[in-house]
């Protein structure tokens, strides 16, 4: 649930020139075995911009610290005399919000310390990141001015992995009944045969449906292409679907982040005891999209509903339950302003935005959203954007204009480079042209 691979360029914007990278200070070091990495301009405006990286996959570390989550950001923010700082945490890879925080907190005081302490600190981060962002600024309301938090399940890691838990449980009860949901025994053969089910359902109207009810659990959008418009057929929306759910939702649902996560908590912390499936797919905003991929196929969708009211529920551990609920899922009640960002077709789902919002003062927070499809696909001069409109907050006290209109405008004035987009998922770059729009995402099907 991060994004790699894509290249750095010396890249400018109107007003704030790239700086050469001979005249930046860079610090690397490790804290409690957590690595760092830190770079200040030589005209430092005071500022430091703290960003936190998302749920990487097993066995993956960047061969850099991230500092953003578009690398043709940072020249631009350096050229603004912003400083940059990251940890990759002591647990880089999976489900990491309580090392997160720890690890967050070690490096501002290591800043403090060794090169000043900032007259403002704004915490951002995209995917498993944004949330870590909002955890860190409630949990450091003393030093943490603002968070921008990016394509992120900001409604938590309980909603998060119960929307995994019912996708791989209506997959497993629709599809394989082999599939092990929680305490998999073989990860790696237990992905392995969740691939090969999916594989084999997308073949046949049957299995599409299918799909598309499981998936339609987890919210998870017809839509994952940051190039295109959503598809106009069902298939092809399911195809869309499916192809994020192998990408993302397959370790957090069968594999290694599922067998990771209780391995912290201590047991299984998500369960589906008393969970309505019908009622879920009621509230789902893919309901359409299940019900006309029934239809398509002739089967009974009240049959299949009836078959998940029966299946034998899964029970989830108390204490761990709680502790995931203590480590990873914010409250909404810290002090400082926040901005999200999101995608409408992100598959990791918009709909965490409205569960999260309702928590917030409506004061205190502004949403955006960016008319395109896939997860975290919004360009360096959108985030920008969003960057900028939690600046003007933190500095001045009052909201500047969100409209749609006014960001695509501020989102335009950068140079053309910062609107490259590479969709990771379906390897294919482009630019993107602003799509900021208004959207108001129902909350989670499942409420958190």
């Known amino acids: 649930m ?7 360029a010396a890249l400018i ?5 790239a700086l050469p990278a001979d005249d930046v200070r860079v610090h690397t070091g490790a804290l409690d075995g957590a690595q760092y990495r830190v770079e200040v301009p030589p005209h430092w405006n005071g500022k430091l911009l703290l960003y936190n990286h998302g749920i990487y996959p097993p066995g993956y570390v960047p061969e850099e610290i991230e500092l953003a989550n578009r690398p043709e950001a940072k020249p631009v923010l350096l050229g603004e005399g912003y400083a940059l700082a990251a940890s990759l945490y002591s647990k880089p890879n999976g489900f990491s919000a309580r090392e997160a925080v720890h690890d967050q907190t070690a490096l501002l005081s290591w800043f403090d ?3 000043g302490r900032p007259a403002q600190v704004l915490t951002w981060g995209a995917s498993g990141g944004g949330l870590n962002a909002v955890l860190l600024s409630e949990r450091l309301p003393q030093r943490i001015d603002g968070a921008l938090a990016m394509c992120g399940p900001v409604a938590g890691g309980s909603a998060l992995f119960g929307q995994a838990l019912d996708l791989g449980f209506a997959v497993r009860t629709l599809l394989a009944p082999e599939l092990e949901v929680v305490r998999v025994a073989d990860t790696g053969a237990n992905l392995a045969k969740a691939h090969q089910v999916i594989t084999k359902a997308l073949e046949s109207p049957d299995g599409r449906a299918r799909l598309a009810l499981a998936n339609a659990f987890a919210d998870v959008p017809g839509w994952s292409t940051a190039h295109h418009p ?3 057929d069902v298939a092809g929306q399911i195809r869309q679907q499916t192809k994020f759910v192998e990408a993302v939702y397959d370790q957090l649902s069968w594999g290694a982040h599922r067998a990771d996560l209780e391995a912290q908590a201590g047991g299984n912390p998500t369960g589906n005891t008393g969970v309505d499936y019908r009622g879920l797919l009621a509230r789902s905003s893919e309901r359409d ?3 006309q991929a029934y239809r398509d196929a002739g089967l009974d969708l009240g049959a299949d509903l009836a078959k998940l ?7 989830a551990d108390t204490v761990a339950a709680r502790w995931l609920a203590r480590t990873g899922t914010p409250t909404g009640q810290g002090r400082q302003p926040v901005v999200t960002l999101h995608p409408i077709g ?3 789902a918009p709909e965490h935005e409205r569960t999260y919002g309702d928590r917030v003062d409506p004061g205190r927070i502004r949403q955006l959203f960016v008319n395109r499809g896939g997860h975290c696909q919004h360009t360096a001069a959108e985030e920008l954007t969003a960057l900028r409109v939690l600046r003007d907050r933190v500095e001045t006290g009052r909201w500047p204009s969100t409209s749609p209109e006014r960001l695509n405008a501020e989102a335009n004035r950068f140079a053309p480079e910062l609107r490259f987009l590479y969709d990771w998922l379906h390897g294919e770059p482009g630019t993107a042209a602003p799509a900021f729009r208004r959207y108001h995402p ?5 409420p958190a």
């Open 309 to 315: 009211a029966a299946a034998p529920r899964v029970k």
């Open 113 to 115: 310390r060794n090169v």
């Open 2 to 8: 991060t994004l790699t691979g894509i290249l750095a």
């Open 442 to 446: 129902a909350p989670l099907p499942r």
């Open 230 to 232: 959503r598809p106009a």
């Open 289 to 291: 999209l299940v019900n």
């Open 13 to 17: 914007v109107t007003g704030a020139p």
């Open 346 to 348: 992100d598959g990791v």
